[in-house]
Antibody, heavy 119, light 108 residues
Framework: QVQLQESGPGLVKPSETLSLTCTVS????????WSWIRQPPGKGLEWIGY???????NYTPSLKTRVTMSVDTSKNQFSLRLSSVTAADTAVFYC?????????????WGQGTLVTVSS | EIVMTQSPATLSVSPGERATLSCRAS??????LAWYQQKPGQAPRLLIY???TRANGIPVRFSGSGSGTEFTLSISNLQSEDLAVYYC??????????FGQGTRLEIK
């Protein structure tokens, strides 16, 4: 059974960079696309972007200038960096796997991690 | 960007009855549409993809239909554990992949 687990600081100061890692267990990171999705408290879901195990990535246009994703196949991990954060970036961040049938359909999700942006 | 609009915002249905949730796309997404269920305090769970294909382990009580711009998620024989927010998501035109704002399903 594939499992995903997000990790990283729960509190980030305004203007700094948010960094999260997703560790994949029970399966290989190879052969799939891996996404980050966020959910502000009490609100809906926003796709941030995805990265392929080869390193190819694609980001949502509204965040493109601030987002960087990377993958470490040796550790079965992928990561998110979001720069110049503000209070509007406060959210639960989920990592998710894209299906083989369709890399933009998310069949496995992490439990989510709340990141608060505050001084 | 394709905007996904879900209705109603909140739906209250009695146990054993059928719930019908709607999702409309601002332009055609063919059948490239998925539905997710998010129970309180949990991550979303994939229910339906390809507009009508149930994901692994999803009960037959859950069914999806539609194509183009109009889609429906139906839940028959409603159970108390179906209390959740349901999201539709298009993956036809991207980036960005976009979600609807969600329908909250309440059990009477």
């Amino acid at each position: 059974q594939v499992q995903l687990q997000e990790s990283g600081p729960g509190l980030v100061k305004p203007s700094e960079t948010l960094s999260l890692t997703c560790t994949v267990s029970g399966g290989s990171i190879s052969g799939h696309y891996w996404s980050w999705i966020r959910q502000p408290p009490g609100k809906g879901l926003e796709w941030i972007g995805y990265i392929h195990y080869s390193g190819y990535s694609n980001y949502t246009p509204s965040l493109k200038t601030r987002v960087t994703m990377s993958v470490d196949t040796s550790k079965n991990q992928f990561s998110l960096r979001l720069s110049s954060v503000t209070a509007a970036d406060t959210a639960v961040f989920y990592c998710a796997r894209g299906m083989n049938l369709g890399p933009r359909i998310f069949d496995y999700w992490g439990q989510g991690t709340l990141v608060t942006v505050s001084s | 960007e394709i905007v996904m609009t879900q209705s109603p915002a909140t739906l209250s249905v009695s146990p054993g009855e059928r719930a019908t949730l709607s999702c409309r796309a601002s332009q055609t997404v063919s059948i490239n549409l998925a539905w997710y269920q998010q129970k309180p305090g949990q991550a979303p769970r994939l229910l339906i993809y390809g507009a009508s294909t149930r994901a692994n382990g999803i009960p037959v009580r859950f069914s999806g239909s539609g194509s183009g711009t109009e889609f429906t998620l139906s839940i028959s024989n409603l159970q108390s554990e179906d209390l959740a927010v349901y999201y539709c998501q298009q993956y036809n035109n991207w980036p960005p992949i976009t979600f609807g704002q969600g329908t909250r399903l309440e059990i009477k």
